[in-house]
């Protein structure tokens, strides 16, 4: 798995699956300010990055979590990678809706996962870990083990990180916003007096949003 933060960093600003524009802020649907957008799901209309992208969580999955005997989605970014991955595992496959539904038979968890099952979690962005977490707790509520989860990218924010070590939930991830600020100099996408600027919303978005 060497270099692979890297590669992945440097394929999400090819493609503009990331863009960064200190200047500009973007809004996020918090209402958070931002200096990042991040759109894994242009992932998918590349098909060699996409294929990448699926084997690296599957190394990961393979090296980390053996005994996995299904892979679930976060609905609705994670969706398209969990099949994809267990498609290649050869393994069943859920996903998990952010709520349960307020029809029917008013599912949260989509597709048959027995209880006791062990399951990895796939996710396409790691941002406050708030909906990820949440997902491993339907799954928890259903009776399943949650081995880990996996994802493309994440911000790194501190909040993120206690918040998934106080639920004791590993998480993997192929790039994250360190190494994408890193790729990004060396890139010339942005320049060296953005990153201070950049580093600083990391560590306090709200902060950095109530400042501008």
Not at 19 to 30: C, G, N, Q, R, V
Not at 183 to 203: F, G, N, P
Request: hydrophobic letters at 40%; aromatic letters at 10%; one cysteine or more.
């Amino acid at each position: 798995m060497n270099n692979v933060d890297k590669i992945i960093a440097k394929d999400l600003l090819k493609i503009g699956a990331v863009k960064l524009s200190p200047e500009k802020p973007f809004t996020w649907a918090s209402g958070i300010k931002s200096p990042i957008y991040c759109d894994n799901r242009t992932i998918l209309s590349y098909p060699k990055i996409r294929t990448s992208v699926c084997d690296y969580m599957i190394d990961i999955i393979k090296e980390n979590f053996k005994d996995v005997e299904y892979i679930a989605g976060v609905a609705t970014g994670a969706i398209a990678w969990g099949v994809l991955v267990a498609e290649k595992l050869g393994i069943p496959f859920v996903y998990i809706r952010p709520k349960p539904k307020d029809h029917g038979m008013g599912n949260q968890i989509e597709g048959e996962i027995k209880e006791g099952a062990k399951a990895v979690v796939i996710e396409d962005l790691i941002s406050t870990g708030k909906s990820s977490l949440s997902a491993v707790a339907a799954l928890n509520k259903a009776g399943v083990i949650t081995l880990g989860m996996v994802a493309i990218f994440s911000y790194n924010f501190i909040k993120a990180r206690r918040a998934f070590e106080y639920a004791n939930i590993l998480l993997y991830t192929l790039s994250n916003y360190d190494t994408l600020i890193d790729e990004a100099v060396a890139c010339d996408y942005i320049k060296e007096k953005d990153i201070d600027v950049l580093k600083q919303w990391r560590i306090t978005p709200e902060t950095w949003r109530k400042e501008k």
